[in-house]
């Protein structure tokens, strides 16, 4: 498997990951009928966990034992900041179509980048982002989903804080030992919540294979196409392809689920791509893992 990832060229994983991570969110969102969003963000996490403790083993225990409390509050936060993101973005999902909450969503990212620099052009691309947001915003009363608009920022949120402390985990931890970590905590939490709402759904053998196959288009598997594309790119070059992908997004949700956006909603996302693009070409260099 590595390598074959190691003879595709490093755009075409991203691209990759971006297909798949969006993949998984269309077939979620599919089954959000008979499988609430919870339950979904629930077996997400556990597939990532699983996956991710298996293949961090030989490092957990060694991480593990040299960690201190701070290190281990770092991965607490970290695994809070996983479930707080996956379970926002599926609220939202079930509420919105899929491109505008992933647009929405990308405000955090965003704002990471811009909070590192100090260039006077990044207000530019934060003026064109709010453009963008409040075109999305416009439009018949009621035509999007105020709670569903709410989460969307709140995954906004999240995917900052992820960011940020997926940074202090990768100078803290070994290998993807803290992800897996992480990934765990965010299970933990998801768990009572998740199995609440999906209660015996969870075992149906069909729903069951299917939410574990969202969990590894979700995570599992752009987790590796992009691990391995930042072995070979430069971070700001990852930047900077992973903006299309709330462009992804609405393409998927169009295919899959045929939510047709308006030519005003199109153009709002271009606006909250292009601003995204910018502020990775132009700002300061934010936090890596």
């Given amino acids: 498997m590595t390598a074959l990832l ?14 798949s991570v969006q993949l998984g969110a269309g ?3 599919g089954i959000f009928d008979s499988l609430p969003p919870s339950a ?3 077996m997400r996490l556990l597939t990532s ?3 991710l403790t298996l293949a961090s083993r030989p490092l957990l225990k060694k991480s593990l034992r040299a960690a201190t409390r701070s290190d281990k509050l770092v991965l607490v936060g970290f695994g809070l900041a996983l479930a707080t993101m996956n379970f926002a973005i599926y609220q939202s ?23 590192f620099s100090r260039r006077r052009l990044d207000l530019l691309w934060v003026g064109l982002a709010a453009l963008g947001v409040v075109m999305l915003m416009r439009g018949d009363a009621g035509e999007l989903d105020p709670v569903g608009i709410a989460f969307a920022l709140l995954a906004a949120a999240g995917w900052a804080s992820y960011i940020l402390l997926s940074a202090q985990t990768g100078r803290r931890f070994e290998g993807s030992s803290g992800l897996a970590v992480a990934s765990v905590v965010g299970m933990a939490v998801m768990a009572p919540v998740g199995v609440s709402a999906g209660g015996t759904q969870l075992v149906e053998p069909d729903l069951f ?5 969202i969990g590894l288009l979700s995570s599992v598997i752009p987790y590796s196409l992009e691990l391995e594309a930042l072995r070979r790119m430069p971070a700001k070059v990852f930047g ?10 609405a393409l998927v949700g169009l295919v899959l689920l045929n939510e047709v956006l308006q030519l005003r909603e199109w153009a709002a996302i271009g606006c909250v791509v292009i601003a995204c693009v910018g502020a990775t070409r132009t700002g300061a260099q934010a936090p890596e893992a």
């Fill in 6 to 19: 190691r003879s595709v060229p490093p755009p075409g994983l991203v691209v990759g990951g971006i297909v």
């Fill in 27 to 29: 077939i979620a969102k």
């Fill in 40 to 42: 979904v963000v629930f």
């Fill in 49 to 51: 966990a699983v996956v």
């Fill in 93 to 115: 999902f079930a509420r919105i179509p899929l491109g505008i909450a992933v647009t929405i969503e990308f405000l955090g990212p965003l704002g990471v980048s811009v909070a």
């Fill in 209 to 213: 294979v299917i939410a574990i196959a």
């Fill in 240 to 249: 900077i392809l992973m903006s299309i992908e709330p462009v992804a997004a």
